[in-house]
Each structure stands twice: as structure tokens, then as C-alpha cells.
């Protein structure tokens, strides 16, 4: 029963890690996102829909490696692996995604939400 506490426990703190930290980069995906050009992925990442400028394929490619790192970082920390993580942060942000906007999911693809 302990483990289990400690286990949501540490998935809480994952959860609330990132949705800090991801703050004022989530400003510069809500433009996008609105126009239905990129979405949330069910594993932690952002994804392009449809047709993108350069500079947004720049800031879903910067945004992505910066999750990556944060990622890493928190795996190792939380010693759990980093496919873990990602699928912690994928839900979280699926479920924070606002309605009308885009999210991939691995059994449907791209849905509106």
C-alpha cells in the first residue's frame, strides 16, 4: 500500500513539474494550436496536423527538445524510465488541453477535442 502511495505521489510531483515549467512555453503554442496547425501527443510531445511555417516546425522542434530534457531529468531523478514519464506528461497534457484544439491519440491520430 506504501509503494503505491509513493508511486501517485511521485506522479503528482511529475504532473505538477511540468505543468509549472511548461508555462510561458505553452504561451507560444496557443496561437498554433488554435489554428489547428499543431496539437498535444499522447506521449508528452507537440505535434504538427497540417501545413506549418518554418518558424512554427522551429518552435515545436525547440519546444520538444526542451521536454526531452525535462523529461531525462525527471526519470532520473524519480529513477523510472523516461517512456514512463512521457506517458505521465502525454496524459497530463491531453486531459489539459483545451476543447477545440487538436490531440493525438495512439489508437485514433489526430481528434479534435
Known amino acids: 500500500m506504501r509503494i503505491i502511495n509513493m508511486k501517485l505521489f511521485y506522479q503528482s510531483i511529475i504532473i505538477l513539474f511540468l505543468a509549472f515549467s511548461s ?15 499543431i496539437g ?11 501545413n506549418a511555417s518554418p518558424e512554427i516546425k522551429a518552435l515545436v522542434k525547440n ?11 525527471i526519470a532520473k531523478k524519480r529513477k523510472q524510465s523516461l517512456q514512463t514519464v512521457q ?3 502525454g496524459e497530463s497534457a491531453l486531459k489539459k488541453t483545451v476543447k ?9 491520430g489526430w481528434v479534435k477535442k
Open 63 to 73: 519546444v520538444n527538445n526542451k521536454r526531452k530534457e525535462r523529461y531525462k531529468a
Open 23 to 37: 508555462s510561458v512555453i505553452a504561451s507560444e503554442l496557443t496561437a498554433p494550436k488554435k489554428a489547428g496547425i
Open 100 to 108: 477545440g484544439n487538436y490531440i493525438f491519440l495512439k489508437s485514433k
Open 87 to 89: 506517458q505521465i506528461a
Open 40 to 50: 498535444e501527443r499522447f506521449d508528452g510531445y507537440v505535434g504538427i496536423i497540417k
